[in-house]
C-alpha cells in the first residue's frame, strides 16, 4: 500500500489547492464559473492543454499501443499537436473576443446571441450535456483502475473511483474555474514530468530499451508492435477528424473565455504541440513496449484489461516510493475530468437556470449554489457509470466523446466564420449529430458479437468490430458524421433566413473605409 499512500497524500495537495482558491474568490457568479476572466498565459496553457489530456492519455493510449503497436501515436497525438492548436487560434480567439465583448459565458450563449436562438440553443445545451458525460466517466473509471492497480487489488476499483471522484467534486465545488485552473496546471507540470521519469525508470529496469526491441524483433507474434503494420489505413485516416473535437467541447470554449488578454493564445500554439509530444511518446512507446513483459502480458491476460498496463510497469520496474510518485502522475492526468464537470454546471446556471429567469429571480448567490449542487449530480452520474462500464478508456472516449463533439464542430467554425449561418443550420446540424450517435449506441447495444452488420452486394459496410462500430473498410463513424453535420448546417442556413442584420453587424461589421478613400464635400 505504499504506493497508494503515496497518491492519496497527492489527492489531499489538490484537494487543498482548490480549497485554497475558494477562498481568493470573490464568490460572484463570474468569478466561480470563469475566474473572473483573468487566467494568465502560464496558467491558461497549462489549465487548457491540462483539461485536454484526461486518462485517455496515459492509460487509454499506453493499453492501445500494447494491442496496436506504436502507431497508435499516430491515431492521435501527431494529427492533435497540429489541429487542436490551430483551431484554437483561429476559433478560439474570436470566442475569446466576442465573450469579451459581449458577456458570454458559455458556448450556448454565444451561439444564442449570435444566431438568435432560444430553444434551439437548450436543444444544443442538452446534446452537448450528454455527449460531455462519457467524457467524464473516463475520468472516474481511470481512477478506479489507477487506485486498483497501484495498491495490487487492495482498493477495488469501485472505492477507487469514489474517491477520485469525491475529490474532484471538492475542489471544484468549493474553487470553481480558479481552483480547476490552478489544480489542472499543477496536474499537468506533474504529468508531464511523469512521462520523462517513466522512460527513465521502466527503461533502466528493462535492460535498456535495445534489449527489449531487439527481444520484441525476434518475435514473430511482438515485432508488428513496433511497425505500423496493425495500423489500419482508413482507420488512421478516420483519426484525422478526431482533434476537431477539441474547439467543440464546451470546457475547452469555456477555458477560452477565461484568458486575461489575447496574447495567451500565441503562447498556447507555440507550447501545445511540444507538450503532446512530452506525454504522448513515452507512452505509447512503454505500452508498445510492455507486450514484450511477461508480468504485463500475463496479467492483462488474466484480467482483460490493458489499460492498466502503465501501473504494472511502473510496480513491475519502479522502487515503492518512485512508482507511488509516479502513479500520482498518473492520477494527474486521469482526474483532468474537473474541467468537464465544471463546464457541466456553468451551461446549466447560465443555459438553463439563468435563462430562464432563475438568476433574476432567486439571485447570483442561488445561482451559484445551484451550480454547485449540479457538480454533486454529475458527478454522481458518472460515477456509477464508471463503475459498472466494461469497455476500455480509449474506446469510450473514441465512439461518444471525441466523435460527438467532432461532428458538433461545424457549428462552431459556422458561427465564428460563416455569416450567413442560420438557427435552424445548426439545428440541423445538432440534430445530425444527436442520430448519429444515438445509432452508434444501438449498434453497440443490438451486436456484441464482431462481424457484418450491414451489406451490399457482398460488401460489408457496416460492420462490429471487437472495439465498436466501423464502416467500410474500418472507417469510423466520425468520418460520415462529420461530413454529414457539415453538409446540414450548409442545407439549413441557405434554405433559411438568416440573422437581423443588427446582430450580423455586431459579429460581422462592415469594413471601414481608408479615410484618404472618402470624399470630401
Known sequence: MIEAVVVFFYLAIVLYIGIFAFRRGTRTGEDYFLANRSLGSVVFLLSLFGTNMTSVTILGSSGRAFRDGIGVYGLMASSSAIVIPLTIFLAGTRIWAHGKRFGHKTPVQFFRDRWEAGAIGTFIFALQAVLLVPYIVVGVKGGGETLFAISGGSIPRWFGGGIVASVVMGYVFFGGMRGTAWVNSFQTLLFLSFGFAAVLVIGNGMGGFSSAVERMLADPHLAPLLTLERMNPYVSFSFLFIPLSA???PHIGIFCLT????????STVIFYPLCILAIWMPCVFL???????PAVASAVEAGGDSDQVMIILLKTHAPRWLAGILGAGIMAAVMATDSQILALST???EDVFAYHGGRSRFGERAQVLTGRMFVLGVTAVAFIVGITTTQQI?????????TGYAALSPLVFAAVFWKRSTKYGAFAGALTVAAGVACVAWLESAYTVPGIVWQWKDVPLVVRTPSGAALYKGILPVVPLTLLSSLAVVCGSLL??????????????PPVRPLESLEVR
Open 394 to 402: 480509449f474506446d469510450i472516449a473514441v465512439k461518444y466523446a471525441f
Open 247 to 249: 474547439i467543440a467541447f
Open 347 to 349: 451551461m446549466f446556471t
Open 287 to 293: 505500452g508498445a513496449l510492455s507486450a514484450g513483459e
Open 259 to 266: 484568458a486575461r488578454r489575447m496574447s495567451s493564445f500565441r
Open 496 to 509: 433559411t433566413r438568416p440573422p437581423s442584420s443588427a446582430t450580423l453587424d455586431r459579429y460581422f461589421p
